[in-house]
């Protein structure tokens, strides 16, 4: 097959691929620092990062030369072996987590499933009961697969796929009073993102995210936090949660902890992990050691571009300049995040907004309905941000 078009490429992709997505008519070729270029070599400044994944930015030589040498030595060779990646991966990702034990997966998505099927046999251990009930949240977004959207609080991503896995109870995010209402002596566990991502950019208040602990601690449930999308460094720590100096008993991790290599992982604290014992869960690809490569230079590299502190920092600069738009413009209702993850609430749907601003060299990506959500790679500078700025300007202008 010789090299492509852009025109072939989109007719190839809506003949062949089963059409789940409503895609740009852009095929995108390669990337640079924050930056992709398409087939037809027009440049766009990624603050999407393919949804908040590239965390180190595009084309990053130690990162490569890691995939690359690994590749050469073993790509897979499945979990009846060991392997060093997949060690060295899981002591760096334990560490940064404070927790015990972890179990690497495909995906963000098969790490709530790996969770909720964590928290199922440990309940089932201490009653030998399967009528648990696990209680979420409103507006979450776990994933695609039938035991994440069962935890998924969005009907219109379930209603084709009933009936769903039973025993799951929604509260209302950020309101405590509403979770309490849904305890019950079946309650296995409570799962929530410390910050909702797909929803809207919604950041857990921390009374909020303390007293659910607490309720926990006191009855012996399991909290869960799901930090695929504001985990890794993009909260401006390691791992949102460890911004309200409390700990989960089961927190997910999946994105950035490849940055662009597929990899997810769940993790526990030792005495919720021992439930889990040979034949309760498996993975034919997770734990690779290419994977696994990937992930353990991310952490080298986290560590070596002080990305923690650049979160922060330029961050901090971000939300100034969000804050600002929500000043100058009246269709700009609210701003809110932490770190390098941030909304911006539109009175209006946010496409157009996104569309224009695409065609002006700027990739952003929405959540929930009306929100504008600016996830870009943890290395961007204020040089960055003014760009963005800049560019979404031009965009309200036009548009609103």
Do not use: W
Not at 59 to 80: C, P, R
Not at 107 to 112: D, I, L, N, P, R
Not at 192 to 217: M, N, W
Not at 361 to 374: C, D, E, H, P, Y
């Amino acid at each position: 097959m010789g090299t492509m078009n852009t025109k072939e490429i989109i007719e190839g992709a809506e003949a062949a691929l089963i059409h789940t997505y409503n895609r740009y008519q852009i095929v995108l070729e390669k990337g640079d620092g924050v930056r992709l270029y398409d087939k037809d070599g027009r440049e766009y400044l990624d603050f999407g990062a393919g949804i908040a994944v590239y965390a180190l930015g595009y084309n990053n030589k130690e990162y490569t030369d890691a995939v690359t040498e690994q590749a050469g030595k073993l790509i897979h060779t499945s979990n009846y072996f060991y392997n060093e990646p997949a060690v060295k991966a899981a002591q760096a990702v334990t560490k940064a987590a404070a927790m015990d034990r972890v179990f690497f997966t495909n995906s963000g998505t098969e790490a709530v499933e790996g969770a909720f099927k964590l928290a199922k046999k440990y309940a089932y251990l201490k009653d030998g009961s399967t009528d648990h009930e696990i209680i979420a949240m409103e507006h979450s977004f776990h994933g695609r697969s039938m035991g994440a959207l069962a935890l998924t609080g969005n009907r219109h991503y379930q209603e084709a796929f009933g009936p769903m896995i039973p025993g799951v109870r929604f509260a209302k995010f950020n309101d405590i009073e509403s979770v309490k209402a849904l305890i019950s002596d079946k309650t296995c566990a409570i799962i929530l993102e410390t910050i909702q991502g797909e929803g809207g950019v919604y950041v857990a208040r921390p009374e909020f995210l303390k007293e659910i602990r607490s309720i926990c601690d006191d009855l012996g449930i399991l909290l869960i936090l799901d930090e695929i999308q504001c985990g890794m460094g993009r909260s401006g720590s390691m791992f949102a949660y460890q911004q309200y100096g409390i700990k989960p008993d089961i927190v997910t991790v999946a994105k950035a902890l490849g940055c662009g290599i597929p990899i997810g992982a769940f993790l526990a604290r030792e005495e919720v992990a021992a439930a889990m014992v040979p034949g309760d869960h498996g993975t034919t690809y997770g734990g690779n050691p290419l994977a696994c490569a990937a992930a353990v230079k991310v952490f080298e590299l986290f560590e070596k571009l002080h990305v923690l502190e650049n979160v922060r920092r330029v961050g901090a600069y971000l939300s100034d300049r969000l804050e600002q738009i929500v000043a100058d413009y009246d269709a700009a209702v609210a701003h809110r995040g932490m770190g390098l993850i941030q909304g911006l609430e539109l009175s209006v749907s946010p496409k157009d907004v996104i569309a224009h601003a695409l065609e002006n060299g700027l990739i952003l990506f929405s959540a929930g309905t009306n929100v504008i959500r600016f996830v870009p790679p943890l290395v961007i500078t204020e040089r960055d941000v003014d760009e963005c700025i800049g560019k979404l300007r031009k965009s309200l202008d036009a548009v609103l």
